[in-house]
Every structure is written in structure tokens, then in C-alpha cells.
Nanobody, 121 residues
């Protein structure tokens, strides 16, 4: 079982920056393989924004945020981050933290409740 709590969303002007945080609380023996950020705008599907492979710290990005978003983690704080710069109105969405992990031969995924990001002048 992994509990995720996002924070850091808010209202920002176009061209502005935000850093989202995801505090991760995990049960013993959970070995998280991937940490992800997704986003969902009203009336649209939930899209993957960025992904971090914990085995090699390899980060990958969807085209929607490439060059503007950076995913990172602080192991000491058990926190995942998404740094976003040069924000655009089309980045307006609820941003969700997500983790993937194997357990007893099955693959599990857990979600946070999301944090709202609104980009508007």
C-alpha cells in the first residue's frame, strides 16, 4: 500500500513556474519501480506527463512537457517533484502523482488525489 499526497498547485500566469510535490508514504516491503506524473484537463483523458524509473533514475517525458518540465525525487524526504516552467494555458489541469510496484507477482499502481494547476492571466 502506498499513499500519495500532492501539493503545490495553484493559479499562475502564462510563462510562470510551479513546483509540484508528491509526498509518498509506503508500507514496508513495497519496492516502487516507477514514479509518474499525470494530468487531466476537463473533458479530456488522463495523460502521462513524466516518468521516473527508480532502478536507474532514468526520466522520460511526454512531448507535452518536454523541455519545460523536470521530474525528480528526494529520497530523504520521500518526495517526488515536478518542476514546471514556461507554463501555458493548455497546461491547466489536475496533476496526479502515480507509482507502480510489483507485489507477490502482480503489478500495482496507486494514485494521489491530485492538485489543480490553472494557468491564466
Amino acid at each position: 500500500q502506498v499513499i500519495l499526497m500532492e501539493s503545490g498547485g495553484g493559479l499562475v500566469q502564462p510563462g510562470g513556474s510551479l513546483r509540484l510535490s508528491c509526498e509518498i508514504s509506503e508500507s514496508p516491503f513495497v519496492n516502487i519501480r516507477k514514479m509518474n506524473w499525470y494530468r487531466q484537463a476537463p473533458g479530456k483523458p488522463r495523460d502521462l506527463v513524466a516518468s521516473l524509473d527508480t532502478r536507474n533514475n532514468d526520466a522520460t517525458y511526454a512531448d507535452l512537457g518536454k523541455g519545460r518540465f523536470t521530474i525528480s525525487r528526494d529520497n530523504a524526504k520521500n518526495t517526488l517533484y515536478l518542476q514546471m516552467v514556461d507554463l501555458k494555458p493548455e497546461d491547466t489541469a489536475v496533476y496526479y502523482c502515480n507509482v507502480e510496484y510489483p507485489r507477490l507477482g502482480l503489478n500495482y499502481t496507486n494514485w494521489g488525489l491530485g492538485t489543480q494547476v490553472t494557468v491564466s492571466s
